[in-house]
C-alpha cells in the first residue's frame, strides 16, 4: 500500500478529514436535477458546519512551546483566539469566492460555529472540505548545512523511525500502513520531528516524499522561520520552463522581499555567512516539506517558487490558500447539531 504523504504529513490530514467528516455533511438534490444530470454530475445542496479545533490549538502551542507550563499554554490560548472569529470568517470568504463554480457563501453562527453553503458534486465535496480546513501557514527555513553528512549517518546507523520501513536503496524510507494512524497523534509528530536530533536542539528531521517512487528522503530542518506567509504578496500558477511541471509561484510584498533579499544575501554560495556552496532553503506548507532549492544568488526581487509535481488543479488549490491568508487556529469539521442553540432545536 502506498501511502502519499503530503496529503497527510500536515497539521491538516486531507484524507482523514474527508473520511470523519463523511457523516458530518448535509445537502440534499432536487429529484429533478437528479433525473437530468449523471450521479457524477450532480449537484447538491451542501452544507458544512466547523467549529474552532481548541484541542488542536492547544496541541499546536505546546509543540511550538515545549517548556510552557499549563497556565501559560492557557494565556496564550486566549491570547489568540482574541478577534480570530473575524479572521477566520475573512479567510474561509476568500477561500470559497477562490474556488469556481460553487456559488458558496460562508456565514458565523451565534452558537460560534461557521457554516459553508454551496452546490456541490460529489467529486468537489472533497476538494472544498480540504480548502477550507488547511492552515494555509508558509515557511522559509533553512537547511543544516551538513545535512548530506547527517542524513548519511542517519540512515546508516539506525533503524527507520517508527510508521516507515528503509526503502530498498537506502536513500530514505516507505511510510507503512500504520503511518496514517499515527500522524493524527501529537506526541508521534513530536517524537517523528525529535528522530536523529537527540543533539541537534535547535533542528528537527522533516521528510520530504520524492514523486517518482514515493520515497521519503529526510531532512534536518532549522527550527527557526527565516520568513512566513505573512509578507506574502500573491500566489499564481506557473510551469517549469524546462520540465514544464505545474509550480507556484510566490510574489513577496516590500518588506518580505527586503527580507527575502538580505537573508539570500548571507546564505547564498559565497555568501557574507556562508562561505562556500549555498546553502538549502525548506519551503513548507502547513507542514509538508515541499521543497529545498539551493540558494545559488542573493534574489532582490521577492520571488520564490513551490514545486511538488502538481497537477494544475492541486497548484490553483494552493494559490487559492496562499492568496486567501492563513487561519489564526485550526478548524473541524462538527455534526451540526452538536453546536445547535436551544432555540434552533425547539428546547424550552
Known sequence: MVLKLWNIFGKVMVAAIVMMAAGMISGCAPEDAQKELSDEQALEQV??????????????????????????????????MQ?????????????????SGTNASVEKRKDGS???????????KEHVVASLLSSAFLEFRLVHKDNAALVSKLLSARPAP????????????????DYATLIRDPEYRRRLARFGCETLV?????LQQRV????????????????????????SVGRNATTKEFQVNIQLNKKGTLIFRQFTEKYCANGTQNPGLGRQL???????????PVLQTPIPNGQAVISGNFAKTEAQRLCNLLNAGSLPVPLKIVNPQELQTPAETGAK
Open 282 to 292: 525548506a519551503i513548507i506548507l502547513d507542514g509538508v516539506f515541499y521543497s529545498a
Open 83 to 99: 478577534n480570530a472569529d473575524e479572521r477566520i470568517l475573512q479567510v474561509l470568504r476568500k477561500r470559497v469566492d477562490g474556488i
Open 212 to 235: 517518482a517512487d514515493n520515497v521519503c528522503i529526510p531532512h534536518f530542518v532549522s527550527k527557526k522561520r527565516e520568513l512566513t506567509g505573512v509578507d506574502l504578496q500573491s500566489a
Open 202 to 206: 535547535s533542528y528537527e528531521m522533516m
Open 47 to 80: 452544507t458544512i458546519v466547523m467549529a474552532v479545533d481548541a484541542v488542536a490549538l492547544r496541541n499546536n502551542i505546546m509543540a511550538d512551546n515545549p517548556s510552557f507550563t499549563r497556565a501559560e499554554v492557557d494565556a496564550e490560548t486566549r491570547q489568540v
Open 114 to 124: 461557521f457554516v459553508c453553503m454551496a452546490k456541490l458534486s460529489a467529486d468537489e
Open 162 to 177: 517508527e510508521g516507515f520501513v528503509k526503502d530498498d536503496n537506502g536513500v530514505g524510507y516507505i511510510a507503512t500502513e
